[in-house]
């Protein structure tokens, strides 16, 4: 894992690079700075906590610009409440 800032959707959030986590996520309080809108995730998404809780996930912001670099990428973020990280990039980003 690593951390860094980049921009996501033109704004400049603390990030996590997560090479074990399978999806990309978004805390709730930096989607609603940014003002995305979610939508339903078709299937509701069951993620591990640090602590060994379960969280289901079910909202997803769809197309949002990831620049590193000056190499913009769009990912989809599922919400996810965190205070730690406003972004977790998972391998679905890192694979593109």
């Known amino acids: 894992m690593a951390e860094g800032t980049f921009l996501v959707n033109f704004f400049s959030p603390s990030i996590l690079f997560d090479s074990e986590a399978s ?3 978004i805390s709730q ?3 609603h ?3 995305l809108i979610s939508d339903s995730l078709e299937i509701p998404l069951s993620v ?3 602590l060994g809780d379960f969280s289901i996930l079910e909202f997803v912001c769809r197309g ?5 670099d ?9 919400v996810l409440p965190m205070p730690e990280f ?5 391998m ?5």
């Open 70 to 78: 000056d190499v913009q990428f769009r990912v989809n973020l599922i």
């Open 92 to 96: 679905d980003l890192l694979s593109s």
């Open 29 to 31: 309080s930096f989607m």
């Open 23 to 25: 999806h990309s996520f």
């Open 48 to 50: 591990a906590t640090p």
């Open 64 to 68: 949002c610009v990831i620049s590193i």
């Open 86 to 90: 406003d972004v977790i990039l998972g």
């Open 33 to 35: 700075k940014l003002h």
